[in-house]
T-cell receptor, first 114, second 113 residues
Framework: AQSVTQLDSQVPVFEEAPVELRCNYS??????LFWYVQYPNQGLQLLLK??????LVESINGFEAEFNKSQTSFHLRKPSVHISDTAEYFC????????????FGRGTSLIVHP | GAGVSQTPSNKVTEKGKYVELRCDPISGHTALYWYRQSLGQGPEFLIYFQGTGAADDSGLPNDRFFAVRPEGSVSTLKIQRTERGDSAVYLC???????????FGPGTRLTVL
């Protein structure tokens, strides 16, 4: 069985500050890892994913996440946040092959203040 | 192209009533997933279709919940004898065959009074 832990339910930051949203997972097999973002009143959108290869993955809007197998983590980072980054962020894990049904964490609310 | 759509966007019903929630996946996507998202929680898997058949329904909480996808495209999630605890946002997602990325709809917010 797989599980995801997002320790921080809310992360308030000021605009242009760096941010890290933490995600730890547990799984008995190799994993695929995802970060989804949910803007207010919108559906979930895939932000970035790790399938294999380079452990550092990046999104088009400046976020990055690093797969750390030894620490079973996939923390999300951005060096300088914008007001528009205010949203709910969900970390998810799935097993390669088959149905790709992900298990989601409970989410972290990123609140960017001016 | 059009994304995943879900109707209605909001549904208010009374305890004990029957409801149907509809999902239109992205055209050509063979896989379809239903999730339930309660307040303050991440999406929780309910059921997965590959084509017309339910490949995995292990997430359905009880036999009041049922879903169909008769032609391998549109899917309907059906909830009988609704209870207040069924109140949540019901999310639908689709993906291409063998695809590892799911595309989500905006959800249906169900409120059971």
């Amino acid at each position: 069985a797989q599980s995801v832990t997002q320790l921080d339910s809310q992360v308030p930051v000021f605009e242009e500050a760096p941010v890290e949203l933490r995600c730890n997972y547990s799984s008995s097999v190799s994993v695929y890892l995802f970060w989804y973002v949910q803007y207010p009143n919108q559906g979930l959108q895939l932000l970035l994913k790790y399938l294999s290869g380079s452990t550092l993955v990046e999104s088009i809007n400046g976020f990055e996440a690093e797969f750390n197998k030894s620490q079973t983590s996939f923390h999300l980072r951005k060096p300088s946040v914008h007001i528009s980054d205010t949203a709910e962020y969900f970390c998810a894990v799935s097993e390669p092959g088959g149905s790709y049904i992900p298990t989601f964490g409970r989410g972290t609310s990123l609140i960017v203040h001016p | 192209g059009a994304g995943v759509s879900q109707t209605p966007s909001n549904k208010v019903t009374e305890k004990g009533k029957y409801v149907e929630l509809r999902c239109d996946p992205i055209s050509g996507h063979t896989a379809l997933y239903w999730y339930r998202q309660s307040l303050g929680q991440g999406p929780e898997f309910l059921i997965y279709f590959q084509g017309t058949g339910a490949a995995d329904d292990s997430g359905l909480p009880n036999d009041r919940f049922f879903a169909v996808r008769p032609e391998g495209s549109v899917s309907t999630l059906k909830i009988q004898r609704t209870e207040r605890g069924d109140s949540a946002v019901y999310l639908c997602a689709s993906s291409s065959r063998g695809g590892n990325e799911q595309f989500f709809g905006p959800g249906t917010r169900l409120t059971v009074l």
